[in-house]
């Protein structure tokens, strides 16, 4: 300490203490630093009023004292610090000495709107001393670096050094590096306490031009809240001004790895830009280490997360923020997710970066919202994502959605679990939207919507307590506008699907806008849905890619695109359209994907059939009643059986129950008088075959011109006793009735 120092003239304090006016809080009176005698806050000759400042008095720093250090040098409660322009001091606690701050701290406040100067204040903690600020029951406020001036080469800037001593926070809001004129702010806080910072607001790096940074050290801990006692609200790179610049915040837990754990009741925004028609732009990021816990949404309270939002329709504003929860524990229980958002039309970029045991636990996703928005999910190799449980479905997915109905833009969501393949999976029990365009008065909004299974995925839409409730989107245009387009893919090639649903639509549009959809289902892919459409309103195309699977519906309506059926099971009761079977097995009627039991039934095709030779038709016969017992199809159209010229598609028979000659079965019922054209593989007109049941051998004939002259009949020809002894009698009825059922058992093993 220096004793012997230059001091500030007289006059110069004089002229300083005009401006005390401006800083007064209205609780005791603003108490000017001045340094005249030494560096002791207990020497009154180094205060202007000359008595060292009281409970009731708020501490001023103005650049009077030319030195620019301080030392509380016992204990001291004051109202508030304010270190504010022409300032560059640090003040240190030392040790054994208390302050306590009842009301507020500003740490290089540039409080001056028109003024170019610099603030910058820095407060530092000595060994064993304390640092009060607020109570449980009147909390303060700290600004660290806070740039009140809109004037061109103004800076602001605070550091509280909390590595020593101990600080006991209770705080209403915490900014850590805020400028309110778009002018430079920085804000450090180095903390390393064992007590957490309690807090209703926490943010780093708020308003244009203003950075934010929290620093612990390895072995360091840091805690924003409690479970008792959370924090409300986290904001880290937040404009709020509406001035041009960016608002930056950060908060790295990878690269020191300190003992870090929050809990946030309320929100968490990674990169908000807050201002309708602002110009400033917001980065936010918050990067957890291994001996991190994130906790976001309480038992009682769920919580928001923002990854970028954009409420600016400014084209040169953008927001962006990234969560990485590659590393340590994420709990999260919340209302919304949002990956990537934007309320206005501005650019909106979020990203989450995530591996965790854990289920994300949200009622709503978004992943990419908004015209303007993207957003993406990022799990390693070998990585862990959950979206929602068994015992806590996500309510909706929405992923390229646009609900901003009066801006014109592109919303893009994307979740590729291809690439790295990570396990992932994904309880949704109300439904999910890949790509959704909605204006009215924005021509132009497109929105883009993907999901990709990888083959460690599992994605369960509708749950099976319930009537099936759940609705499937890919590519919906709301909009009226006279342009836009959505489009939205579902690519389950690999991987475990089962969809329980109301409705499957791929690619609508409400208002004659362009919608496309696409929707590829692979060996593990079950659907059963009451209602399947496909390319729904004019201007809306969609295509179904079925290589493998099984599919129930009540009714297919194609009505605009196409329905690729090269493999799996389809039992349909109405299908509207043409039905191109390339391959897979047509089963008529409907059963429960659950049912290995034969259950007959009816479908319709209200269109033209063709069957290609890979394809095959099977139809089950349990008794003499169409429909209730045995299958059959009913084509309103033309039909084909040799589609692709290769032979003609195969006829398969499961025989249930023992016919009499002279029965007759009606297997495909053709409307008007056209004929059928083609036959089936190995069965011209006449042919006899063969089937078994119950130790009978029956034969049957089948006739493409049987019924009304163009419906195909099979016909009981013969009933024979195949001469076999007992035993094996017994053990081939059994084997039939293997056969049987593993055929109905590929319904069952697509559900598991």
Not at 562 to 586: W, Y
Not at 627 to 654: E, K, T, Y
Request: proline residues 3%; negative net charge; hydrophobic residues 40%.
């Amino acid at each position: 300490m220096d004793s012997d120092k230059s001091r500030p003239s007289v006059y110069s304090i004089a002229c300083k203490s005009v401006l005390l006016a401006l800083i007064t809080t209205g609780v005791g009176q603003a108490d000017t630093w001045t340094g005249s005698i030494n560096d002791l806050w207990s020497t009154n000759g180094n205060w202007l009023d000359g008595t060292a400042p009281l409970s009731a008095d708020s501490v001023v720093v103005d650049g009077s004292d030319t030195s620019g250090i301080s030392f509380v040098d016992t204990s001291f409660a004051v109202s508030g610090l304010d270190y504010i322009v022409d300032s560059s001091h640090t003040t240190t606690i030392n040790s054994g000495s208390t302050l306590q701050v009842n009301n507020f701290i500003r740490l290089g406040n540039q409080n001056t709107t028109s003024d170019a100067g610099t603030a910058k204040g820095t407060l530092v903690l000595g060994s064993n001393s304390v640092l009060n600020v607020g109570t449980s029951t009147v909390p303060a406020f700290i600004e660290l670096g806070w740039n009140q001036s809109g004037a061109a080469g103004s800076t602001a800037t605070g550091v509280l050094n909390a590595l020593d001593g101990e600080a006991n926070l209770h705080l209403r809001w915490l900014d850590i590096g805020r400028s309110s004129g778009g002018q430079s702010a920085t804000g450090t806080l180095l903390w390393d306490q064992a007590g957490a910072i309690d807090a209703n607001f926490i943010h780093i790096g708020r308003g244009a031009g203003a950075m934010g940074t929290i620093d612990t050290p390895a072995g360091g801990t840091l805690r924003l809240g409690s479970e008792t006692d959370p924090v409300r609200t986290l904001n880290i790179g937040f404009e709020d001004t509406g001035y041009a610049g960016v608002a930056s915040g950060t908060l790295d837990l990878v690269t020191n790895n300190p003992f870090f754990e929050a809990v946030i009741s309320d929100a968490v925004s990674l990169g908000h830009a807050g201002t309708p028609t602002g110009a400033g732009s917001a980065n936010g990021t918050l990067v957890l280490g291994s001996n991190s816990v994130l906790t976001v949404g309480t038992p009682a309270t769920r919580a928001d997360i923002n990854l970028g939002w954009n409420e600016s329709n400014n084209a040169g504003s953008a927001a962006t923020g990234v969560l990485n929860a590659l590393d340590g524990v994420a709990n999260l229980r919340l209302n919304e997710l949002n990956i990537g958002r934007s309320t206005e039309g501005g650019s909106a970029t979020g990203t989450l970066l995530w591996d965790q045991a854990g289920a994300i636990d949200a009622r709503d996703i978004y992943i990419g919202r908004g015209a303007g928005a993207v957003g993406t999910i990022e799990t390693p190799a070998g990585g862990t994502l959950r979206l929602g449980s068994a015992a806590a479905p996500v309510d909706w997915l929405f992923m390229g959605y646009d609900d901003n109905y009066i801006t014109e833009g592109v919303v893009s969501g994307t979740l590729d679990l291809s690439t790295t393949n990570p396990f992932f999976e994904a309880v949704i029990s109300n439904g999910m939207i890949l790509g959704h365009a909605y204006a009215f008065n924005a021509p132009g909004s497109t929105a883009d919507g993907t999901l990709v299974l990888g083959s460690n995925s599992v994605l369960n839409v509708g749950t099976t307590t319930t009537n099936k409730i759940a609705t499937l989107i890919l590519g919906s245009n709301d909009s009226y506008s006279g342009g836009g387009a959505a489009a939205g893919v579902l690519n389950a090639m690999d991987g475990v699907t089962n969809l329980r649903l109301d409705r499957l639509l791929i690619g609508y549009s409400k208002y004659r806008e362009s919608a496309s959809g696409i929707f590829t289902m692979g060996a593990g892919t079950t659907v059963d849905a009451n209602i399947v459409g496909i390319g729904t309103g004019a201007g809306a195309t969609g295509t179904v890619n079925m290589t493998d699977g099984l599919m129930i519906a009540d009714t297919v309506n194609l009505e605009e695109g196409a329905f690729n059926l090269t493999g799996g099971r389809l039992a349909v009761n109405t299908f509207n359209g043409t039905l191109m079977q390339q391959g897979g097995i047509i089963a008529p009627g409907v059963a429960p994907p659950d049912n290995i039991q034969s259950v007959a039934g009816l479908t319709t095709v209200n269109g033209d059939y063709g069957l290609f030779s890979a394809g095959t038709l099977e139809i089950e016969l349990m008794g003499l009643i169409p429909g209730s017992d045995f299958d059959q199809l009913i084509v309103n159209g033309g039909i084909d059986l040799n589609a692709d010229a290769g032979g003609g598609g195969m006829l398969d028979i499961l025989l249930g129950f023992a016919p009499s000659v002279g029965d007759a079965f009606t297997v495909i019922e053709n409307d008007g008088v056209d004929s059928v054209s083609g036959i089936f593989f190995g069965l011209a007109e006449g042919a006899l075959f063969e089937e078994t049941f119950g130790g009978q051998l029956v034969t049957f004939d089948i006739t493409y011109m049987g019924g009304t002259g163009n419906d195909i009949v099979l016909n009981v020809a013969s009933v024979s006793t195949v001469p076999l002894p007992a035993t094996v009698w017994l053990f081939t009825s059994g084997l039939l009735g293997l056969v049987r059922i593993s055929r109905r058992k590929k319904l069952t093993s697509l559900t598991h």
